[in-house]
């Protein structure tokens, strides 16, 4: 096999397969076309194998080197939804939520996970409350899901205070849905999904 680069300088080809270029083929029978010298990474898309190759000097030398040398393109099915698990909360199902009923963000929820799930403002928060300026951006508190015992527990920590069914939260505190709790001009309800039997196996 030979991969080598169209005469556009735009698309790659095996020329044992293909005696001209069939995607330069296919753009003339569809009328659509790409400018000349244009940026290929732009329009084609690649699978690095190696993360730290330079992609730059990888086209540079496509044409004298077989395609596989430098790039793994997996045979996926493109229509094909792929879960992603979290090693350190251990999966990604849902097991409650937050809804906001008082503040600046009056109505919106968020999820919960298995695991510790910080709250704050920054975006490094696995709940991100970013329209009340009085939540630190570091992180808040923790609501942690215990699988093994199927509980919920709000844990403070020194970036704010806390006030969980009216009174200030000095240490851990199971939560249990209906529970209601106030951090800056925001106040929460928590809902458990998990709970009694119902639990994620």
């Not at 270029?21 to 190696?50: R, V, W, Y």
């Not at 009056?106 to 298995?114: E, P, V, W």
């Amino acid at each position: 096999m030979a991969v080598v680069r169209c005469l556009k300088g735009i698309h790659f080809y095996d020329d044992e397969k293909f005696s001209t270029c069939p995607h330069c083929e296919k753009q003339k029978e569809t009328g659509q076309s790409f400018s000349e010298g244009a940026d290929i990474n732009s329009q084609i898309t690649l699978a690095m194998e190696d993360a730290g190759a330079n992609v730059i000097d990888v086209v540079g030398v496509m044409e004298q080197k077989p395609l596989k040398e430098h790039f793994h393109v997996d045979s996926v099915d493109e229509d094909v939804t792929v879960a992603f698990y979290s090693a350190e909360k251990g999966n990604d199902y849902i097991t409650g939520w937050l809804v906001c009923i008082d503040g600046p963000e009056k109505g919106r929820d968020y999820r919960i996970y298995h695991g510790i799930n910080k709250l704050g403002r920054s975006n490094d928060m696995d709940i991100v409350i970013k329209d009340d300026p009085k939540i630190s951006r570091e992180k808040v508190c923790d609501i942690i899901y215990d699988m093994r015992n199927n509980k919920f527990y709000l844990k403070p920590s020194l970036n704010g205070m806390i006030y969980l069914n009216g009174n200030l939260l000095g240490e851990v505190r199971e939560l249990t849905s209906g529970d209601r709790f106030v951090i800056g001009d925001s106040c929460f309800e928590f809902v458990a999904f998990c709970k009694g039997d119902r639990k994620w196996e």
